[in-house]
């Protein structure tokens, strides 16, 4: 069982930086696949980052790259999400997610199996 904590949402205006926190606890953080995803509205959740348990390997769809990066420091069972140049597009509730396998870094939902509460970001001037 792993539970999940996000924070670092907010308000902030177009341009600008957040960044997203996710605190693990529970067994074996160390070795799982982490996630990020987003949700607007009654939309599907969109997949945003993924992170394979050593940190090195990583994945972005085209819609982020270059603007997020995502990192851990397993030694704080931590998951970040740094967001740059933020757009009003970016608005959204962002979710942590943990995958049961170390490496493989799914892009759907589905394929994770522990979830956080979430922590809305807004981007709007």
């Known amino acids: 069982q792993v539970v999940l904590v996000e924070s670092g949402g907010g308000l902030v205006q177009p341009g600008g930086s957040l960044r997203l926190v996710c605190a693990a606890s529970?067994?074996?953080?160390?070795?799982?696949?982490m996630g990020w995803f987003r949700q607007f509205g009654g939309k599907e959740r969109e997949f945003v980052a993924a992170?394979?348990?050593?940190?090195?390997?990583?994945r972005y769809p085209d819609s982020v790259k270059g603007r997020f990066t995502i990192s851990r420091d397993n030694s704080k069972n931590s998951v970040y999400l740094q967001m740059n140049s933020l757009k009003p597009d970016d608005t959204a509730v962002y979710y942590c997610?943990?995958?049961?396998?170390?490496?493989?870094?799914?892009?759907?939902?589905?394929?994770?199996?522990?979830w956080g509460q979430g922590t809305s970001v807004t981007v709007s001037s």
């Open positions: 529970g067994a074996n953080f160390s070795v799982n696949g």
């Open positions: 992170i394979d348990w050593t940190g090195v390997s990583k």
């Open positions: 997610a943990a995958d049961g396998d170390p490496f493989r870094q799914p892009l759907k939902a589905s394929q994770y199996d522990y």
